[in-house]
């Protein structure tokens, strides 16, 4: 107990310890930041704006640039500080509050990604009673309860987790404070916390992923009793985006949460990282943007307008 409250910091694995690659890790990280950052708001202001895309399907879409938004800026922004300052540390509260938004935007992401499915299955299968099921009360109680969601997982892990003691070492084997590398430090016994984190996540996921597929089931047959093929390509137009952000997702995600945290090396630690924290919530806009027609319109309209 007195090891625990003592403990003020934690330090992060750092790229490199050469100065030169420090400073470089620093531009990458900045470069992918400001793409990310772009990307994101470009959605966020086109949705916004234009009064074509006041949809539930681009309303669900604005949440999820912005918890995309939210995703990246909890990682790199420290990262950056890090490798510019060339220091490791990041405080106790810093690292409660990262593991917090981080797991809050994680969780939150994927209930998102699962209701924007339902409104596809709903739109393409039940075109009559769209308007009704999918109102604008409903797009808001539907979008309040991924983010409630978001929030009651990251709580609920999060506080599983620091109430632990941290006494063997302070060192996070990553580049942000993440709750698998976390529970690998903890002078305590963390078979149970990590049994249950990973039999929790997957729960979660595995639901999220059914009721995706079989959505997606539903969706397919539909799509295929259409007789024109111009029907046919519309509808697998707009959901071609959102089958491609959902398997990136999982893709990225399903290795590091599902492998026990004992059984990975430094390297594949930050490699896998960065992937799964890095890559979707930058490649979500750029997807959507290059496959909606809808979108592009609104991008060139916003950019002539500025």
């Known amino acids: 107990m007195s090891n625990r409250t003592t403990l003020t910091e934690f330090l992060l694995v750092g790229f490199s310890d050469i100065r030169e690659l420090q400073i470089l890790h620093f531009v990458v990280f900045l470069v992918i930041y400001l793409v990310g950052l772009m990307g994101n708001l470009l959605i966020i202001t086109a949705i916004a704006l234009d009064h074509h895309l006041h949809t539930p399907m681009y309303f669900f879409l604005m949440n999820l640039s912005i918890i995309d938004l939210g995703s990246i800026s909890v990682t790199i922004p420290k990262s950056m500080i890090n490798s510019l300052m060339n220091t490791r540390l990041i405080s106790y509260p810093g690292c409660v509050a990262q593991v917090f938004l981080f797991a809050v935007f994680i969780a939150a992401d994927l209930a998102l990604l699962t209701i924007m499915a339902y409104d596809r299955y709903v739109a393409i299968c039940q075109p009559l009673h769209y308007e009704r099921v999918m109102n604008r009360r409903a797009c808001v109680q539907m979008a309040a309860s991924a983010w409630i969601t978001g929030i009651v997982y990251s709580a609920m892990h999060t506080g599983n987790t620091f109430k632990l003691p941290f006494c063997q070492s302070n060192v996070i084997n990553q580049f942000f404070c993440e ?32 009721f995706i597929i079989v959505s997606y089931v539903h969706i397919f047959k539909a799509v295929l009793r259409i007789r024109s093929e111009q029907g046919r390509r519309k509808a697998f137009s707009t959901c071609l985006p959102h089958v491609t952000v959902v398997s990136l997702l999982l893709c990225t995600s399903f290795f590091e949460y599902m492998k026990p945290t004992s059984s990975s090396a430094s390297n594949m630690d930050l490699m896998m990282g960065v ?31 500025r």
Request: aromatic share 12%; charged share 15%; with cysteine.
């Open 179 to 210: 709750i698998p590398q976390l529970l690998k430090i903890t002078c305590s016994d963390s078979y149970l916390s990590e049994v249950a984190l990973i039999a929790f996540s997957f729960f979660l996921g595995l639901n999220c992923f059914v």
């Open 275 to 305: 992937l799964y924290s890095l890559v979707p919530p930058i490649m979500n806009p750029i997807i959507y943007s290059m496959r909606n027609k809808e979108i592009k319109a609104a991008l060139k309209k916003l950019i002539v307008w």
